[in-house]
């Protein structure tokens, strides 16, 4: 189990060096790059979690290669009679129940930032097609389909999502947000991304045929460049061709 | 009842022993882990590099659909109950189960299920597709138009028809049936494990089918239990369809930690830890598996106070499971280990189980989970749980009753690499998938992106391992049967100190499995 866990370090490790000098744009996550409050706090919720978890793996595993090497049988060697300990096994209850109403503290902390937005600043609906996605701003009037996602950095994005036809569901893992969209049903997730650039991800409930295909795909830029691009999608569909492919392309 | 039994297929076709039938399940089980297991590889192949064309997608989705409904529902559900039909009855010290007729109704329901699980491929449009959840509305008729899901959901009634009288079958056998003497504290844990197995399967399957009715009734009726525009919700089928599918998570393990408690004590040549600790553990785990089904819904906006309460109880179905992990390691303290193969799988199962469990309480982090649900996280959580823990147990007990049943010892040189092939192609395989979910793969895709090519060809060349670990396997079951080393009453030496029943008869046991009811005092 040691050399596995050797393994998964250099796993995350390797991978992690790949994002970042690897292909074009590749997609970035939570874990090693969170983008935006939500985000950061989904991580240092997983790290608290980790904390506390992890000992209890490391515990076990490692009892249980000691007694693979310790008592390997002997001829003439000598077994243990004992049948049970009452203080040890009120001990192995108590202690992880402990532990885990330790963890669930922040972690109800962490939910309720999750649940309750703070002011928003653009509300977005989001309606998932098989297989594509549909983006509405009650606020400008727009919507269109089959293209990145604009939102301005540094503010607060509230989304409504629903589907027209099956369930799918909304995952930017930089973001830290995954929301299923319901047909018949609004739900509702948000984010907020602070630094301007592409941020990838994908639909996350098998919703048929192409749902490896369905991506998403948001592009965060600065506030000022998002009132032109408003503006330019009000006066008209002119999409930008470029980004039309690239979206497709996801 | 007793007398002379027939010969060659006759005998297999009307057996109502108890035993035969476990065998038949047996059998069945190898046949069916044939299938999922080759599923599981074209589904490999397709992801050994981004963008492959091994399967074109309609037809990977319909692969990924039954390598999860077979191996669910043919391989380890009917598995566990094979073994239990085969030793629930010799551990408790009875001539056969309580009702023997519908316990052979309960195997040979599971052939016209299977018939309709492999026809459904063959129907125009093919079979499911909607994954083994079968979530509406992709599952409804609107959007999987072909009969081929039509006869999904009548396999799955047929599944849970068997599993229904059989539990029934095996709660009035463990009720009525224990030998004089044998009183409930008395009984061995695999059979403690079994009577909360069959209660489990007892309260959760009928949800199964009742959800499954109104899913068929809404195909064929138009009938709108599930349809938004009928006054339906989707939700209702997530919500029903876990209320059974969590606690048959439970139903999939808990037998097998019952094997696992008769392998680690005899080959540590020592007595179970905490006999009773163990058994209130599988209670709890029995009882609590009731309330966490929504845990699989975090992400689907269902209440944000439901999602706080499965939260916890998620937490909460953990302190008994590590009782039973601590009680295992005690058990394994200061004995004196003797590495078969039997219990190599054993300690394998202990090593991988508590990998899962781990993984699962990670889950339970709401936050955490809502980032890597329907991620390959979730993948690789299940398969520790499922592969790493039913199917390890599952082989422990295979190499630990083999004698018993066939009279014959499975080659243990074979055993040994068998279990290396194994243990190893597992972590191989599904190892890399916890990062892949966190690094934003979804799970059932036939594509991904190339920044998870990587990893997702180390996984596939685990498979290889692993394909190469079960053709061995099948080779050592038939090579032994045919020529393998004969065992005695008591192959492991069990009986002295374990003073379980089915190493006090013959192996295989008699017609009636003792020629006297022993009686335990």
Known sequence: MKKIRVLFTTALLLVTLAATAGAEEPITNWLVSPEGPLAREVRSNFFFSMITIMPFLFLAEGLLLYCVVRFKARPGGRLATFRENLRLEVLWTVIPALTLVVTAVPTYQTMRKMEVPPKSDLVVAIVGHQFFWEYRYPKYGISFAEEALVVPAGKVVTLNLSSVDVVHSWWVPAFGVKQDANPGRITNAWFKAENPGHYKGQCAELCGRLHAKMFIDVKVVPPEEFESWILQKKVGPLPDPADTAKTKRG | ?521
């Open chain 2, 1 to 521: 009842m007793s007398g002379e039994r027939p010969k060659g297929l006759k005998r297999w076709l009307t057996t109502t022993d108890h035993k035969d039938i476990g065998l038949l399940y047996l059998w069945l089980v190898l046949f069916m882990a044939v299938f999922g297991g080759a599923f599981a590889g074209l589904l490999r192949a397709q992801l050994s590099a981004s963008d492959l064309k091994v399967l074109e997608p309609d037809l990977y989705n319909q692969f990924l659909s039954m390598h999860g409904t077979l191996m669910i529902f043919f391989v380890i559900i009917p598995a566990m109950a094979g073994f239990g039909n085969y030793f629930v009855p010799l551990l408790i010290g009875a001539r056969d189960m309580a009702f023997p007729k519908l316990n052979a109704l309960s195997f040979w329901l599971l052939l016209p299920s299977a018939g309709l699980m492999f026809g459904s491929f063959f129907v125009q449009g093919g079979t499911a597709q909607a994954g083994w959840t079968g979530y509406v509305p992709l599952s409804s008729r609107q959007f999987s138009g072909t009969p081929g899901v039509d006869m999904w959901i009548l396999g799955l009634h047929l599944v849970g028809l068997s599993s229904i009288l059989g539990a029934i079958n095996f709660i009035v056998t463990i009720v009525n049936m224990r030998a004089s003497g044998m009183e409930y504290f008395k009984m061995p844990l695999f059979v403690w494990t079994w009577l909360v197995n069959a209660t489990l399967i007892l309260f959760a399957t009928p949800v199964l089918a009742g959800a499954l009715t109104m899913a068929l009734t809404d195909r064929v009726f138009g009938t709108g239990f599930f349809r938004p525009s009928e006054g339906g919700d989707p939700l209702l089928w997530q919500h029903l369809f876990w209320f059974y599918s969590h606690p048959a998570v439970y139903i999939m393990i808990l037998p097998g930690m019952g094997i696992i408690s008769h392998v680690l004590p005899t080959f540590s040549q020592k007595k179970l830890f905490g006999y009773k600790g163990m058994v209130a553990a599988v209670g709890g785990i029995g009882f609590i598996g009731f309330l966490v089904w929504a845990h699989h819904m975090f992400t689907s906006g269902i209440d944000p106070r439901l999602r706080a309460f499965f939260a916890f109880m998620t937490m909460v179905i953990a302190v008994p499971t590590g009782v039973k992990i601590f009680s295992w390691l005690a058990t394994l303290w200061g004995g004196q280990l003797r590495f078969t193969t039997a219990m190599k799988f054993g300690l394998g199962f202990i090593s991988l189980f508590v990998m899962g469990g781990i993984s699962g309480l990670t889950l339970a982090v709401v936050p955490f989970d809502v980032q890597v649900h329907d991620s390959y996280y979730v993948v690789a959580h299940l398969h520790y749980v499922l592969f790493g823990g039913s199917v390890m147990a599952l082989l422990a007990g295979t190499f630990f009753w083999f004698p018993k049943m066939s009279g014959r010892i499975l080659d243990e040189k074979l055993g040994k690499i068998i279990f290396w092939l194994i243990f190893i192609g597992m972590n191989i395989t599904f190892l890399p998938m916890h990062w892949l979910g966190i690094a934003g793969m979804a799970r059932r895709v036939y594509t991904y992106r190339p920044e998870f090519e990587f990893w997702n060809q180390v996984s596939s060349f685990g498979y290889i391992l692993l394909f190469a670990g079960g053709m061995l396997f099948l080779y050592n079951i038939f090579k032994t049967l045919k020529r393998g080393e004969k065992a005695t009453n008591d192959p492991w030496g069990a009986y002295p100190l374990q003073r379980t029943l089915d190493w006090s008869t013959s192996s295989p046991p008699p017609v009636e499995n003792f020629t006297r009811i022993p009686e335990i005092v």
